[in-house]
Nanobody, 123 residues
């Protein structure tokens, strides 16, 4: 199975920045569409961003567009989520997910999920 590992979460003040990483060692992530999702206590899981297989488009939720950037570093077999201008409402557990086939969407279709990394935005 594809194993995904998220890292980079932590505690940050409003307006600060974090960079989350999603890494895999057994398979090449460039072969997968990768999505970032988040879930806060008592709330539904929501899609944040996704990036298509190499050369394809990206997509962002309206709530993070202009603040977050998703990217790939194929040499490190890693997908990043750069989060700037963080707000308290960004507080959640963030998960990366992968799908072998399918478009870059922020809904369903992802087959593999990481364990999550906690992001807390608080003053």
């Amino acid at each position: 199975q594809l194993q995904l590992v998220e890292s980079g979460g932590g505690l940050v003040q409003p307006g600060g920045s974090l960079r989350l990483s999603c890494a895999a060692s057994r398979f090449t992530l460039d072969l997968y569409t990768i999505g970032w999702f988040r879930q806060a206590p008592g709330k539904e899981r929501e899609g944040v961003s996704c990036i298509s297989r190499s050369g394809g488009p990206t997509n962002y939720a309206a709530s993070v567009k202009g603040r977050f950037t998703i990217s790939r570093d194929n040499g490190k077999n890693t997908v990043y989520l750069q989060m700037n201008s963080l707000k308290p409402e960004d507080t959640a557990v963030y998960y990366c997910a992968a799908q072998v086939f399918g478009a870059c969407v922020l809904t369903s279709g992802y087959n593999y999920w990481g364990q999550g990394t906690q992001v807390t935005v608080s003053s």
